[in-house]
């Protein structure tokens, strides 16, 4: 069964908003962290906001935390990325990630920290 599955990529002009989605197999409770990354053509994989299961406080990348927001449903089992004011260097395959095994909250921007992924969605900003 496939864990993690995001929607919600799209093409907009730089300015605009998105909403990604990630829809979990499991309530959110299974997990210690839940998180979107991001990775640009030819770049590596960045770690952008992270919910820390059972903590009220998002942990934000310097890089978006003044324009993207993180949030779920966890009735529904979603989780999502609120992306405003999006620039062309947004442009990336977005993917949701969780941490079904504890870690140190000091590295939950950190790929290593993550044993399930999403097959990610496309978010191009142009110009």
């Known amino acids: 069964q496939v864990e993690l599955v995001e929607s919600g990529g799209d093409s907009v002009q730089a300015g605009g908003s998105l909403r990604l989605s990630c829809t979990t197999a499991?309530?959110?409770?299974?997990?210690?962290?839940i998180a979107w990354f991001r990775q640009p053509p030819g770049k590596e994989r960045e770690g952008l906001a992270v919910l820390v299961i059972g903590d009220s406080s998002p942990i934000y990348a310097d890089s978006v935390k003044d324009r993207f927001i993180i949030s779920q449903d966890t009735d529904k089992k979603i989780l999502y990325l609120q992306m405003n004011n999006l620039k062309p260097e947004d442009t990336a395959m977005y993917y949701c990630a969780a941490a079904s095994r504890p870690a140190d909250s000091s590295n939950s921007l950190l790929q290593s920290t993550y044993n399930l992924w999403g097959q990610g969605t496309q978010v191009t900003v142009a110009s």
């Open positions: 499991k309530y959110f409770y299974r997990y210690y962290y």
